[in-house]
């Protein structure tokens, strides 16, 4: 293909939050080779708002939860797939749903994963299929791109976050009375990701008495409010409760503050997109595959077995991150920081 001409491209990342956020470099790298191709995303509407008015795209196709398990679903889904008119597809992310997504767009070069990256019925519906050489999400998704000529990639996220959103953040962030403002995040999709609610408390103490940081632990559920409220509490006053946010004004509070910890969740991938210091916490999923891009990433023990028993499984694994790692990984970044300044 030439860089000057003009596909009609598809990019096929059904759900998860942060696997969404880890997609966005192909549609940026997309963009930047092939300025006049007309480029969209097919996505569940649960992950839409990562992709909605992204610079790179030209449309974005949300389909609801579980569209493929319904032959109404399907029908929905190729209707207006096929009035696109693609020619090329992109499925990032290997299931049979992006794949059939794939297929019902009638693109003639779908392009897809082979060997396990190809999970279930995706490597019979793809005909284009690469073997990735890499773990990492990212950078297995663009390798993607070689079969469009595309070979040396750049990551970029350019996360769309409205204007609104970035205004709201600067001015509660000018109420917080530190020039240094942690993030601490307590949630997550499994158990087995949670780290203790009294560890995260004892970070937002030494964060505040060693780097006089303010904290702010950061919920969206009303189960994940508790647990922030819970480490508040066990601060001693060196951590606030944040503010109830949709995912767009969580991506600007992100955005304005100095460090991010978090276990393997969404707002994870959020941080590193917006560019903050990031420490990921880790137990049952493994940070070479999804962790936070180029970032720093802690796990000491695995849980392993299957994803259905990682899922149900207890936060052992977690446990084994102490304060002390956390508090070293911190260390390690404001060292870091420290230079940087000096330079």
């Given amino acids: 293909m030439s860089n000057h001409a003009a596909p009609?491209?598809?990019?096929?990342?059904?759900?998860?939050?942060?696997?969404?956020?880890?997609?966005?470099?192909?549609?940026?790298?997309?963009?930047?080779?092939?300025?006049?191709?007309?480029?969209?995303?097919?996505?569940?509407?649960?992950?839409?708002?990562?992709?909605r008015n992204h610079q790179a795209l030209d449309a974005v196709i949300e389909l609801e939860r579980g569209w493929s398990t319904s032959?109404?679903?399907?029908?929905?889904?190729?209707?207006?797939?096929?009035?696109h008119r693609f020619n090329i597809s992109i499925d990032c992310q290997g299931s049979t749903a992006s794949a059939l997504a794939c297929w019902l767009s009638s693109a003639s070069q779908r392009i897809g994963?082979?060997?396990?990256?190809?999970?279930?019925?995706?490597?019979?519906?793809?005909?284009?299929?690469?073997k990735p050489v890499f773990n990492h999400v990212t950078d297995r998704s663009l390798e993607l791109l070689i079969p469009v000529g595309i070979h040396t990639p750049r990551v970029r996220w350019q996360l769309p976050i409205p204007a609104t959103a970035r205004s709201w953040a600067a001015a509660w962030r000018r109420k917080i009375p530190s020039s240094s403002l942690a993030i601490l995040n307590p949630g997550g999709t499994w158990d087995s990701k949670l780290w203790e609610n009294d560890r995260f408390a004892a970070v937002a103490r030494h964060l505040r008495d060693t780097y006089d940081y303010r904290s702010v632990v950061a919920w969206g559920t009303h189960k994940e409010r508790e647990m922030a409220s819970a480490i508040v509490d066990a601060s001693?006053?060196?951590?606030?409760?944040?503010?109830?946010?949709?995912?767009?004004?969580?991506?600007?509070?992100?955005?304005?503050?100095?460090?991010?910890?978090?276990?393997?969740?969404?707002?994870?991938?959020?941080?590193?997109a917006v560019g903050t210091?990031?420490?990921?916490?880790?137990?049952?999923?493994?940070?070479?595959?999804?962790?936070?891009?180029?970032?720093?990433a802690l796990q000491k023990a695995y849980e392993s077995g299957s994803s259905r028993h990682r899922q149900r499984a207890s936060n052992r694994a977690m446990q084994a991150?102490?304060?002390?790692?956390?508090?070293?990984a911190i260390k390690q970044l404001e060292s870091e920081r420290r230079l940087l300044k000096s330079a």
């Fill in 236 to 272: 001693a006053g060196s951590a606030t409760l944040a503010p109830d946010t949709d995912l767009h004004h969580l991506a600007a509070l992100l955005e304005a503050s100095d460090l991010f910890i978090s276990g393997d969740t969404g707002p994870l991938h959020m941080a590193v």
């Fill in 113 to 130: 994963y082979a060997g396990p990256c190809g999970r279930n019925f995706s490597r019979f519906l793809n005909n284009d299929l690469v």
């Fill in 321 to 328: 991150i102490t304060v002390e790692h956390v508090c070293d």
């Fill in 277 to 296: 210091p990031t420490i990921g916490l880790y137990g049952a999923t493994r940070p070479g595959n999804n962790g936070p891009y180029r970032q720093l």
């Fill in 8 to 51: 009609r491209i598809l990019i096929s990342r059904m759900n998860a939050i942060g696997d969404a956020i880890l997609t966005l470099p192909v549609a940026c790298e997309l963009r930047d080779q092939f300025p006049e191709a007309y480029l969209a995303w097919v996505v569940e509407k649960t992950a839409a708002p990562m992709v």
């Fill in 71 to 83: 032959i109404r679903g399907v029908r929905k889904a190729c209707r207006v797939l096929q009035s």
